[in-house]
T-cell receptor
Framework: GAGVSQTPSNKVTEKGKYVELRCDPI?????LYWYRQSLGQGPEFLIY????????DSGLPNDRFFAVRPEGSVSTLKIQRTERGDSAVYLC???????????FGPGTRLTVL | DQQVKQNSPSLSVQEGRISILNCDYT??????FLWYKKYPAEGPTFLIS?????DKNEDGRFTVFLNKSAKHLSLHIVPSQPGDSAVYFC????????????FGKGTKLTVNP
């Protein structure tokens, strides 16, 4: 596909469960970002990958959140022991080289009951 | 503490008139500013940007103005069209930093036919 894709588009889970959210960046883009957008807020940075490595994970709220990008392409955001406060839209973005052109996917809406 | 502030949650204008969206920031180290546009159920899309070495950047109907002394930027859309109805996010990034975008809360623009 031409753009960033994210799966699933919606995920409903119960408190305490484990979830995985997937991001497929634009082919060839080396940089990949995860953001979280809560209701009424702007997107908030979670983690940034350059290639396979996490260059900045300062936005991850706690150790229940983890993300990987093992082959430098697809990334998975993993949330353990989900809490109701984790409910949000999780956005993924990728960029080729320049930081000023981040292309966003449609997001995954996570609802924790 | 919000580093990027969009104090107007919503704005309504008539088709053909000018829309002015405002944004304030607190950190004088921010040196690159962007506007993103977001439709429901889609990811944010890049609209226009400006470097801190400029005070104006124009792209078609969209112009961004930067006032560094006031730490204020604005997005002008003229003439406004109904298809411009969306949420507009102001964002910033620090060159040479972690590449993450810092977003405001957004302003919902409604352009009435």
């Amino acid at each position: 596909g031409a753009g960033v894709s994210q799966t699933p588009s919606n995920k409903v889970t119960e408190k305490g469960k484990y979830v995985e959210l997937r991001c497929d960046p634009i082919s060839g883009h080396t940089a990949l970002y995860w953001y979280r957008q809560s209701l009424g807020q702007g997107p908030e940075f979670l983690i940034y990958f350059q290639g396979t490595g996490a260059a900045d994970d300062s936005g991850l709220p706690n150790d229940r959140f983890f993300a990987v990008r093992p082959e430098g392409s697809v990334s998975t955001l993993k949330i353990q022991r989900t809490e109701r406060g984790d409910s949000a839209v999780y956005l993924c973005a990728s960029s080729l080289f320049s930081y000023n052109e981040q292309f966003f996917g449609p997001g995954t809406r996570l609802t924790v009951l | 503490d919000q580093q990027v502030k969009q104090n107007s949650p919503s704005l309504s204008v008539q088709e053909g008139r000018i829309s002015i969206l405002n944004c304030d920031y607190t950190n004088s180290m921010f040196d690159y500013f962007l506007w993103y546009k977001k439709y429901p159920a889609e990811g944010p899309t890049f609209l226009i940007s400006i470097s801190s070495i400029k005070d104006k950047n124009e792209d078609g109907r969209f112009t961004v103005f930067l006032n560094k002394s006031a730490k204020h930027l604005s997005l002008h859309i003229v003439p406004s069209q109904p298809g411009d109805s969306a949420v507009y996010f102001c964002a910033t990034i620090t060159q040479g930093g972690s590449e993450k975008l810092v977003f405001g809360k957004g302003t919902k623009l409604t352009v009435n036919p």
